[in-house]
């Protein structure tokens, strides 16, 4: 997985990185803890915290990532959550939350409840339930960004659970920033991803590479709410050149 060099200081910074154990959000967590920042990574079991920890290699040694095994996929548990971070951290400043996964079932048609269930209702639950309880918790001091594919707007055949999902969670970001003029809440819209998963071609995406977009978004406080187009490493590129000058 390329690396980006952060040239940012966040020290200070309090991050949740819902997801953050994941291919895409290895990238993200690896840039916030190379800018100094404080990043929480709440896991449902320790071994996937340790498995992170060793992906990251040395900066997963830093005091700066804290892994506490917390359940924040029910609208209980990610109030639980925030309620926690904000009480032990003294706040939250940024968010980014690359919680999704793959379905290829078959058409719609042919779907049954258990695809339902996990598919559609399980991941959409856990977007909903982590932007209740946190985004009226930001400090304003940051951003709030959720992380889907393309297939949030356009149809893949057999995989329509998915396409439908992401559709839900980037509308659900639209309403949000409608609703909270007085937060900054950004959606990236992923083409394919290199990650340590998937070696993928060099015209895809790295996840380092969407990390530093998520910061170059969460620094660039003149850019209000958006949706941005991470199709390609080119397209990302492209939208780092405009973001960090700006800072």
Do not use: C
Request: charged share 20%; hydrophobic share 45%; glycine share 12%.
């Amino acid at each position: 997985m390329n690396e980006v060099p952060s040239t940012h200081d966040l020290s200070g910074r309090r991050v949740l990185v819902p997801g953050g154990t994941g291919g895409v959000g290895e990238g993200v967590v690896r840039a916030y803890l190379d800018a100094g920042a404080d990043v929480v990574v709440p896991t449902r079991s320790e071994a996937r915290g340790a498995e992170l920890r060793a992906a990251l290699g040395d900066v997963g040694t830093s005091p700066l990532l804290h892994l506490p095994t917390h359940d924040y996929t029910s609208f209980a548990g990610a109030e639980a959550l925030g309620r926690e971070m904000t009480e032990r951290m003294g706040g939250i400043d940024d968010v980014v939350v690359p919680v999704g996964g793959w379905w290829q079932g078959g058409p719609l048609t042919d779907i049954g409840e258990g695809d339902w269930a996990t598919a559609f209702t399980g991941l959409a639950t856990v977007h909903m339930a982590v932007a209740r309880a946190i985004v009226p918790r930001l400090s304003g001091l940051g951003a709030y960004t959720v992380i889907v594919g393309q297939s949030a707007e356009f149809p893949v055949p057999n995989s329509g659970l998915v396409s439908m999902e992401q559709a839900a969670v980037l509308m659900m970001q639209r309403v949000l920033a409608a609703e909270s003029p007085d937060k900054r809440i950004h959606a990236l819209v992923l083409g394919p991803v290199r990650t340590r998963f998937v070696d993928g071609d060099p015209e895809w995406v790295s996840a380092a590479e969407v990390g530093a977009v998520a910061i170059a978004l969460s620094l660039a406080t003149e850019v209000s709410s958006r949706t941005v187009p991470l199709g390609s490493a080119d397209e990302a590129r492209a939208t780092l050149e405009v973001l960090v000058p700006a800072r």
